[in-house]
Structures are given as structure tokens and as C-alpha cells.
């Protein structure tokens, strides 16, 4: 077959591709006018959201299309299609470039508005104050454990988790040197040299870190800095403009960080979902074994607990832990009323899908 000839087969599919998606959008838009009415719908459904993809994917079988560009093309199109219902604001740390600013595009695609936030506290601020509907914030990386920046910031919010997002982490050494024997400093902070501690130590043992936050500011430094080196994404090198001297330096070829959405939505049940909640267990001796006995004793499956101090009173921790079930399930319910029963206060953080 002739290639005017394919590309004209390629035309035709593409006039009722573009019919298709104008008919979806129309139906996005009506969905929207039933979500004006009703209060507690919300424009962003995650639920709905994971249910949509999967069916996609269910039907691609075997398709030529591989599975992941066919995800990408589809949370394009919801992009779009919430964007039709209302513009939503997405809050995350920057400058652009960051994981998390990529974490969020990917969740979000780029029919969403987004503003990049200095810190962690600030993108929980932009969404209690109303200036986001959503913010994006790190939690955890497979690699490092958990980002104790962003649990801390639960003890003093009532947002809510609504969604969660898991991404692989690739870290690239970029400078303007010519060679790593020429880095004089290296620009970084703990969470991103702890995931390419190895590589670090063997290739650039003796040089100083200056601690720079985040990822993206790592690469503006480095390209301000001839004899200087940063600990960048990808995509921060482009922005700024600066080399990357050696791709991959991360230990762990399956490096994976989790990023929370936070904000004021609360996803209904769906039979596969997640929960955070944050407690206090009694000082009392065995209490915080009792607390946990209560996860075990309802088959309620714990996925994560990190303690962390409370700022108020030295030597006393809090709790965060997530796992399997929504709020709602009963198996949930009766372990939460039995951890209440050990603990001083229970904070649930929400109840969202799986990711
Ligand atoms: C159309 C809806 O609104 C949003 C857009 C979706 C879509 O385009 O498929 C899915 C979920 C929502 O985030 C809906 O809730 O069904």
C-alpha cells in the first residue's frame, strides 16, 4: 500500500477520533451541570478516574498502542474534560521540574492550572486558603522511607488525602564541569542524596553538599555554579539549561516515590482503596502494641507506620500509618473504634483509591 495512501486511512481515523472526543466532551460538560446541583459532588473523581482507565486498558487487549501511552493519552483526555467542568488549581513544590511537579502533571495532565509552591507547608496553605483546589506533596520513596517534611505537616491541617500517585524516580548528576573530577559542590538535600548515597560516596567522596531544596533549585544552582554539581530531574536540567554529566545515579533501578493529593474531596468506596490516619497511643506500657493488635485482629492490612515526634512535648510521638480499606468499610470501622479505645486522640486523613 502506498504511503498517501496509509496516511489517508491515518486522516479518516483521525475525523472520527475528533468526533468521538467532541461527543465526550459534550457529555463531560452535562456531567458537570449535574455536579453543580448536587453539593457533594465533586468535579474531581479519582474513583471514577481509575475506573475509566482500567476499562480503557481492558480493552486494548493486545492493541499496537503500548499500555502506557495509551494511559497518558487518556488522563489528557480527563485533563480536558474536568477542565471543561471547571478549571482546577493544583499546587505543588517547585520551581518547575520537581518530581512532584511531574507527579503532578502526570495525575493531572495539562488542561489543569498549576502553581508551583516554595515548601511543603505552603502548598497545605495554598489549598486551606482556598488559592488551590489541590495540592501535591511527597510522601514516602522506596529508597529513602518517608518524608518527614510532609508528615508533619498533617498535624495541623484538616485537608483531606483524596488520591494517591507513585512515580519512578531517575536522579541525574548535572553540571557545566567538564569531568566529576572537576565538581568542587554538590547541590542537594537529604531525601535525594539518600537514594543515590552509594554512587556519591564512591565518585564524589570528599566533596562538600550544600543543602539545597528542592531538586529543581539543585540544577538552577549547579548552572550559576561552573565547579559546582546538582542532584536534578530530568526535566529541571532542560529548564535550566545545564548538562547532564552522568544520567542514573540512583542505587536503586526500581526507585518509587508516593505523592499524596491533598485537599477537600472525599472519594466514596470503591472496594479497593487506602486510608492514613494519624494517632496518639496512651503512655502507658504495651499500648502501642495494642493499638497495632487492633489492625490484626479486624484483617485489616497496615501498609505503612512511621512515628514522629510532636513539636509540643519532648519524647512523644505520633503515629502515621496507612492501609487497606476505606473509612467506611466495617472491617475498618471496628479496627478504628478499637485503636480509639488505646489512643489518645485518632485524626483519619482520608480514605481514597488505591493508585
Ligand atoms: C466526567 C466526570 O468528571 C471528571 C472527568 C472524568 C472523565 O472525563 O472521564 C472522570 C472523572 C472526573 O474526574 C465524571 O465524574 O464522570
Avoid at 45 to 72: F, N, T
Avoid at 115 to 126: L, R, Y
Avoid at 222 to 229: I, L, V, W, Y
Wanted: aromatic share 8%.
Amino acid at each position: 500500500m502506498s504511503l498517501t495512501n496509509l496516511r489517508e486511512q491515518i486522516d479518516a481515523i483521525d475525523s472520527e477520533l475528533v468526533s468521538l472526543l467532541n461527543r465526550r466532551a459534550e457529555i463531560s460538560l452535562q456531567v458537570g451541570k449535574q455536579k453543580a446541583g448536587e453539593p457533594n459532588v465533586r468535579i474531581f473523581a479519582p474513583e471514577r478516574e481509575r475506573d475509566v482507565i482500567q476499562r480503557v486498558l481492558a480493552l486494548h487487549s493486545d492493541g499496537a498502542l503500548p499500555k502506557d501511552a495509551l494511559v497518558a493519552i487518556y488522563r489528557e483526555i480527563i485533563s480536558a474534560s474536568i477542565a471543561l467542568q471547571r478549571p482546577i488549581t493544583v499546587a505543588y513544590w517547585g520551581p518547575p521540574g520537581t518530581f512532584t511537579h511531574m507527579a503532578a502533571l502526570q495525575r493531572f495532565g495539562s488542561s489543569a492550572q498549576f502553581h508551583d509552591a516554595s515548601n511543603i507547608p505552603s502548598i497545605f496553605g495554598e489549598v486551606e486558603r482556598g488559592l488551590a483546589d489541590f495540592g501535591v506533596v511527597p510522601v514516602e520513596n522506596s529508597t529513602e522511607g518517608v518524608v518527614n517534611y510532609t508528615l508533619d505537616m498533617f498535624h495541623e491541617t484538616e485537608l483531606k488525602i483524596c488520591a494517591e500517585i507513585y512515580i519512578n524516580i531517575a536522579h541525574q548528576l548535572v553540571s557545566q564541569a567538564k569531568s566529576i573530577a572537576d565538581i568542587k559542590r554538590l547541590y542537594t538535600f537529604s531525601q535525594p542524596l539518600g537514594q543515590c548515597k552509594q554512587w556519591v560516596e564512591t565518585h564524589l567522596p570528599n566533596v562538600p553538599i550544600v543543602e539545597t531544596m528542592p531538586t529543581s533549585r539543585a540544577a538552577e544552582r549547579a548552572s550559576e555554579d561552573p565547579e559546582g554539581a546538582g542532584i536534578s530531574t530530568e526535566k529541571a536540567a532542560e529548564i535550566y539549561g545545564v548538562p547532564i554529566l552522568q544520567p542514573h545515579i540512583e542505587d536503586n533501578a526500581n526507585n518509587r516515590t508516593r505523592f499524596l493529593v491533598i485537599g477537600r474531596n472525599e472519594p466514596p468506596q470503591t472496594g479497593r482503596d487506602k486510608t492514613s490516619v494519624l494517632f496518639a497511643v496512651k503512655n502507658e506500657p504495651g499500648s502501642l502494641g495494642r493499638a497495632l493488635r487492633a489492625f490484626e485482629d479486624h484483617n485489616v492490612n497496615l501498609s505503612m507506620i512511621a512515628s514522629r515526634p510532636t513539636r509540643n512535648v519532648s519524647w512523644e510521638y505520633v503515629q502515621f500509618a496507612d492501609f487497606q480499606g476505606h473509612e467506611k468499610d466495617e472491617p475498618v470501622q471496628r479496627a478504628l473504634a478499637e485503636l480509639r479505645k488505646h489512643s489518645i486522640y485518632v485524626n483519619v486523613l482520608g480514605s481514597y483509591p488505591e493508585g
